[in-house]
């Protein structure tokens, strides 16, 4: 696991790999902090195609800024949200920034952020 600390030096380095088509960042628990920091370089990964961030903490925070980014990707075909703590704000960023994206054929968000409902 690269922990948010992994993610946040390996955001350093990843806005220059511009020919990159698929990033695998899923088990590494890089959290709301690691995910902010990779957000910040997505805008340069004009060919992404893959994007997994599967079973990484994300939470509604994380979310929102990844989708900040994301939403610019158009070469983006599949992406893995897949347990994380995702919540509705975080969702319904997701879903707008999906919008944008034509190429998109895959899209895995289960496990996310259920809270506990009053009966």
Request: net charge positive; proline share 2%; with cysteine.
């Amino acid at each position: 696991m690269i922990g948010n600390n992994g993610a946040i030096a390996l955001s350093d380095i990843l806005g220059n790999l511009i020919a990159i088509e698929e990033i695998h960042l899923g088990n590494n628990h890089i959290g709301d902090k690691g995910a902010i920091a990779l957000a910040g370089v997505f805008d340069k990964l004009k060919k992404l195609r893959k994007l997994n961030f599967g079973n990484n903490h994300i939470s509604n925070v994380g979310a929102i800024a990844l989708a900040d980014t994301l939403k610019d990707l158009k070469s983006l075909q599949v992406i893995n949200f897949w347990n994380n703590n995702i919540g509705p704000n975080g969702a319904v960023a997701l879903a707008h920034a999906f919008d944008n994206l034509a190429n998109l054929k895959e899209i895995v968000i289960n496990w996310v952020y259920m809270p506990k409902l009053k009966c």
